[in-house]
């Protein structure tokens, strides 16, 4: 499903964020987001758009439709907000697959996924320009629906044009030497965004993604952001390759 803004005007590269799940790009790249040049309408792709996951273990498949039109109900009123073309691609995420405390996923079963989920994000990035920036997660999170995203851009586009964005609200849980050494092992250097001043825009964009946010979710997101901003306010940070 794909549902188009305003038409931009045509002022430099096509800015791309690849969202495993509707509200891991206003998490962890909503800095990114907004700094996208005036005149460019960025377009969010959400991969794993399916869902049955509601916080509440054993999860209820039969919940998956009406969870699903919830959580594609928010991204839409979210890239609407923002002006944001929204691509869905409809793939089921974990919570359908391999539910907590099910059977995991088999490797023939995640290894067959990731062959479509590469078949698919290759179709989305024929459709860009070769100079396209793409935001992807980090994957610090260790969650197997953002390395399958992660990894299938990173096969398709190489390292040209590729910000990773921290997996929110895991990151939070991580001390900051895991999160570096983690990102250093891909070759990546930081870059930290301050949001001091966007923090209120932020929480209202969060605010779109309400069914998907626990308790803890945005006090655990103020915090890595304070931590980021190291006494100086708050931040978001992103990774390129080491030049």
Not at 170 to 188: C, F, K, Q
Not at 203 to 224: C, D, I, M, W
């Amino acid at each position: 499903m794909t549902e188009r803004a305003r038409n931009g005007r045509d002022e430099g590269p096509e800015h791309v964020f690849f969202s495993p799940h509707p509200d891991d790009v206003a998490l962890g790249a909503y800095a990114s987001l907004l700094g996208v040049p005036r005149g460019i309408v960025p377009t969010l792709v959400t991969v794993f758009s399916q869902s049955c996951w509601e916080f509440v273990l054993p999860v209820d498949p039969s919940r998956a439709m009406a969870v699903t039109s919830l959580r594609m109900g928010e991204d839409r009123r979210f890239a609407r907000a923002h002006g944001l073309d929204l691509v869905h691609l409809g793939f089921r995420d974990t919570s359908l697959r391999a539910p907590p405390g099910g059977p995991t996923e088999s490797e023939e079963a995640r290894s067959a996924l990731a062959s479509r989920v590469l078949l698919a994000l290759g179709e989305v990035l024929a459709s860009v320009s070769p100079d396209a920036v793409c935001y992807v997660p980090l994957g610090i999170s260790s969650h197997v629906d953002h390395l399958l995203v992660r990894d299938a851009v990173r096969a398709l586009r190489g390292e040209r044009n590729v910000v990773y964005y921290e997996d929110l609200p895991y990151s939070a849980r991580h001390p900051e030497d895991e999160i570096v050494d983690y990102a250093w092992a891909l070759g990546l250097s930081p870059r930290c965004l301050d949001v001091t001043t966007l923090w209120s825009a932020k929480l209202r964009g969060l605010s779109f993604y309400a069914s998907q946010l626990e308790p803890q979710t945005l006090p655990a997101v103020e915090s890595h952001a304070r931590r980021l901003g190291a006494g100086r306010g708050l931040a978001e940070r992103v990774w390129t390759v080491a030049s």
